[in-house]
């Protein structure tokens, strides 16, 4: 007769962890359900309930991810990509750490979608000449940045 014990059988056994894009999913969808304004206090509020039991290298490595999420929003914000994504993020990891900057991006929030809002009513009142210009003056802008960072970084 075997005594072989399955996995299930005992008590303490481990559930499946949930991968890091699961968890990184569930976290993005909490702050998105969060109302404007309000998004990265309560990030603050919640990271500060629980710093007492966070290491302080977790700690530490959340600012550093957060540099690394901000400069590759730079890189982005003049390549072609989801450069708003990694400015999220890299506010998002340090909200976790600073009440003023949790502040500073609610406040901006709001002042962007503010932004935002007037700049679609424009774009809606303009004729088609009005939109060419708009948007061939944003691409030359966009194109002119790009290569100044390639002369600067041909420079060194």
């Known amino acids: 007769m075997s005594h072989a014990i399955t996995l299930h059988s005992r008590p303490h056994a481990r559930r499946p ?3 890091w894009f699961a968890a990184l999913k569930k976290k993005w969808r909490s702050l998105a359900d969060r109302p404007a304004g309000e998004r990265f ?3 603050y509020a919640n990271a500060r309930r629980r710093r007492r039991s966070t290491p302080l290298w977790e700690r530490a490595m959340r ?3 957060a540099g690394v999420a901000f400069v590759l929003g730079l890189i982005f914000a003049v390549l072609p990509g989801p450069a708003f994504i990694f ?3 890299a506010g998002a990891l340090l909200a976790t750490e600073s009440r003023g900057v949790a502040v500073l991006l609610d406040w901006s929030e709001l002042r962007l ?6 700049a ?3 774009w809606r009142k303009m004729n088609l000449a009005g939109r060419i210009v708009v948007a061939t003056t944003g691409a030359v802008g966009v194109l002119g940045v790009a290569a100044l960072m390639g002369w600067m970084i041909l420079m060194r």
């Open 87 to 89: 400015f999220i993020i």
């Open 113 to 118: 979608r503010a932004l935002w809002k007037w």
């Open 63 to 65: 600012v550093m991810l």
């Open 17 to 19: 962890r949930k991968s």
């Open 41 to 43: 206090k309560q990030i």
């Open 120 to 122: 679609k009513r424009q």
